[in-house]
């Protein structure tokens, strides 16, 4: 069941078809009605929603801000629905979390995992996606929250916690020569293979820029999307994983050594618990922001 009224769903069809002939064949009506919804919609609110062109149709500057309202009304009628159904069936009710691929390995599970031992009706659906992946999910209420790395503030998304996150260390096997060095530098990894995450992360980006800064080009023997294949990379000894702390288990812990980076640039990065802006949260999402933000708090 949608709860938008007929001029919103009309309204939130074209926005995204960008023609009205488009949306129409989505919703299965005449062009025709929402032409006449989207004229009705214009005049009540005194305001051009799209400026029309030969190929179809462009969202004016009121009608960006309208989609945002219709992306909150969509998630808080989501969420009242899920309510009742709670309240009425005792159905499970659902938690859509994304977060970066650095906060997967140990941070976020864990976090869930204490959670759902206090709370035996939530189901949890979690992806692991870029962090501006995970930033536009929440903005555009395709996720609840977000647990994402950040080199700065974030529009379209309310920051509900924020702390520093740099890309920390050098992660080692412990008869690497790095291993009794207190600290690295970039000079120091240029020495060495390195396994590091994959362009696009965060991580990388800092990574590559403290290099140009420097002046230096170095051996990346491997790049990966996913984390466990740099800290194995280390594991085995071959070379030099570039880690931050957060991504790090009990095992690795101890197996391994880890070198402090010595470079100004790695420690821009924040780490952020993102909502949605304007979006009347359930209790129950509230809570679990609360769950995050004392677990991240308890690791950094």
């Avoid at 949306?23 to 009506?29: I, R, S, W």
């Avoid at 004229?39 to 500057?61: C, D, I, M, Q, Y």
């Avoid at 035996?120 to 979690?126: A, M, Q, R, S, V």
Wanted: hydrophobic fraction near 45%; glycine fraction near 6%; charged fraction near 20%.
């Amino acid at each position: 069941m949608n709860m938008l009224t007929p001029g919103l769903l009309y309204f939130d069809a074209v926005a995204q078809e960008g023609t009205l002939t488009q949306a129409a064949e989505k919703l299965h009506v005449s062009a025709s009605a929402i032409s006449r919804q989207i004229n009705k919609l214009e005049s009540s609110l005194g305001t051009p929603l799209f400026t029309r062109h030969a190929r179809g149709v462009e969202l004016t500057e009121a009608g960006r801000l309208l989609q945002a309202y219709v992306r909150r009304a969509e998630a808080e009628g989501a969420a009242v629905r899920e309510e009742l159904l709670v309240s009425v069936q005792r159905k499970t009710r659902t938690l859509r979390v994304v977060c970066a691929e650095g906060f997967a390995r140990v941070w976020v599970p864990s976090a869930i995992a204490s959670f759902s031992r206090q709370h035996n009706d939530i189901e949890f659906h979690l992806d692991v996606v870029a962090s501006s992946e995970g930033t536009r999910r929440v903005s555009e209420g395709e996720a609840d929250v977000a647990a994402v790395f950040s080199l700065g503030p974030q529009p379209r998304v309310t920051v509900e916690h924020s702390t520093p996150m740099p890309v920390a260390y050098a992660l080692v096997a412990p008869d690497h020569p790095l291993a009794t060095q207190p600290s690295a530098s970039m000079q120091d990894l240029c020495r060495y293979k390195l396994a590091v995450t994959a362009p696009g992360s965060s991580q990388r980006e800092l990574f590559d820029l403290a290099m140009q800064i420097e002046g230096l080009v170095p051996a990346i023997t491997l790049q990966s999307d996913h984390i466990n294949p740099v800290i194995e990379f280390a594991r085995a000894g071959v070379g030099v994983s570039l880690v931050a702390g957060l991504s790090l288990d009990r095992r690795d812990r101890e197996d391994l050594v880890t070198v402090r980076l010595d470079h100004p640039v790695l420690r821009q990065r924040q780490g952020q618990i993102q909502t949605m802006t304007g979006r009347a949260q359930p209790a129950i999402l509230t809570a679990f922001v609360d769950a995050l933000i004392d677990a991240l708090d308890d690791l950094v």
